[in-house]
């Protein structure tokens, strides 16, 4: 390949869509991470979901504060994100918009993957993007649900008794 070649080459790859100018740009050490769970979880039922920042701030949704953003959580989402349009809202990309650092999950029995993502004022990426590592869990299946007695002895049930009006 001739050295006209390369350059020509190179100076295309390095050609940008206008729009990713408009990006915010991340400020030096900006760090995200997920508190809990860890890599490899294995949980039983609902769960708490703890978000971690470094060297940036978390604000509202809209907040141009600088070097402040706010958190999303993507569920079981391998589809890269988009850096010119807004991260998409939807039952695998949740939100965070007031200022949230943690979230109640209930999801279904099976392995998933979490990963978090800031978003600037506007629901976009930074640039370069703030996102953590993606885990892996696996949530285990609720027990059985009220089982016979643990005694041989099945009492007999007496028809429940009417409250008083
Ligand atoms: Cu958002």
């Known amino acids: 390949m001739s050295a006209f070649t390369r350059r020509a080459l190179l100076s295309a790859t390095m050609v940008m869509p206008v729009a990713a100018l408009a990006q915010t ?3 030096t050490g900006a760090y995200l991470y997920i508190i809990w769970p860890n ?3 294995k949980i039983k039922g609902g769960f708490w979901c703890r978000f971690g920042l470094r060297n940036m701030g978390v604000a509202r949704a809209g907040d141009r504060t600088p070097n402040t953003g706010h958190h999303h ?3 079981d989402v391998d589809a890269p994100l988009d850096p010119n349009e807004p991260i998409p809202s939807d039952k695998n990309h949740l939100h965070f918009g007031g200022g949230q650092t943690e979230v109640r999950l209930e999801l279904p029995p099976g392995e998933h993957t979490l990963q978090l993502v800031l978003g600037d004022a506007d629901h976009k990426l930074f640039k370069p993007p703030v996102i953590s590592r993606k885990i892996h869990i696996t949530v285990l299946a609720a ?3 009220a089982a016979a007695p643990p005694t041989g002895r099945a009492r007999a049930e007496s028809p429940p008794t009417p409250a008083p009006r």
């Open 73 to 75: 959580l993507l569920v």
């Open 143 to 145: 027990p059985e649900q």
């Open 39 to 41: 890599e490899g979880e």
């Open 25 to 27: 740009p991340t400020p």
